[in-house]
């Protein structure tokens, strides 16, 4: 039997450590993916403690192989496999469901009570059998994951850049989901993280004509807008109230939507402000997790017709219109700063993904 090599976790919380593993088989509707990239996220930590006493989310079992967003290419596939060839260039969307229940059914496999994350967690007990299908994390040589959860990637997405598509295609999805379009006002709020810059990136290529940044690191502000210093607004520098600058900025009328990617911990009334500066109609889609308590006034919400929208992850079909936007010229990927490590440097990496120096910089395991 082939083997390959494998950064492993061994212990709650520890490092990880290279291993010879058995390579895996492709069966049925099954690819095997010798990987290129794998991203490196700096939630990883909290994952990699969520073990016995401290266990809140379903977690592959240990040893276990972590890494969320892999790209490289198919080098095998399951016998009824008929759409995806060896050779071909893909990223594994992780996103995996169990394929039979009410919501699976229904195409909404984002809403199965067992989604799960390849390399990462899952949202219910059903992740369990999950992980035992696919325990192939990008933190190896080569994984095992469904023909129907690839994204193609043409020559215009590097395998770094592929490697990105987790934090891309959260941002996409929750754009789409506000109704973005050729015209568009849109906020994005955090727009310097990892998630905001691809909200920005995504917002211009779905030809958003007002796309208004509001960070704190103004010299990423200032880098954000130089892309496109014609659509993308960055916040006035010393707290001018939110609303009134994005009404000034949209003819007074707010913006039609904003993306707000502020993390856990962040100010609830960061968010309020944002609201604030929809116009009539307007649309909040929360993809940060900001988790204070919110209070708002559900008349004044529903004289104005504003919606507050939770968005999690995004779908294969979702993967591919961004792939299918940069082999176009529209999306352009080349604004990161890639910092590469290899397999065996995977717990240095982690290190560096930790100090989040803002959504310019990826994190990536390159073999
Ligand atoms: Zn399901």
Known sequence: MDSMRAARLHVPGGDFQIDEIPRPQPEGMDVVVQIKAAGVVPNLRNVMNNYGERAYLTVPDLPAIYGLDAAGV????????????????????????????????????????????????????????????????????????????????????????????????????????????AGSSVLINGATGTLGVGAVLLARAMGATRILCVARKRPLLERLQAIDPQRIRICPEHGAELAAWARGETAGAGVDAVIDTLGPTADSQAMLEAIEALRRGGKLVNVGGMSMPLTVNMHHLMCVQKSLIGSLWFTVGEGQEMADLAAAGLLDLSVFDHQVFELDQVNDALKLAEQRSGGFINVVIKQ
């Open 74 to 181: 198919v080098v095998a596939t399951g016998r009824e496999v008929t759409g995806i060839t060896v050779g071909e260039r893909v990223y594994i969307n992780p996103g995996r469901s169990c394929g039979s229940c009410d919501d699976c059914r229904r195409g909404e496999a984002i809403n199965c009570p067992a989604y799960t994350f390849q390399g990462y967690f899952g949202f219910g007990p059903g992740s369990r059998d999950i992980y035992q299908r696919y325990p192939y994390g990008g933190f190896c040589e080569f994984a095992t994951a469904p023909a129907a959860g690839l994204v193609k990637l043409p020559d215009a997405v590097s395998f770094e850049a592929a490697s990105r598509f987790g934090y891309l295609g959260t941002a996409y999805s929750a754009l789409r989901k506000a109704g973005i379009r």
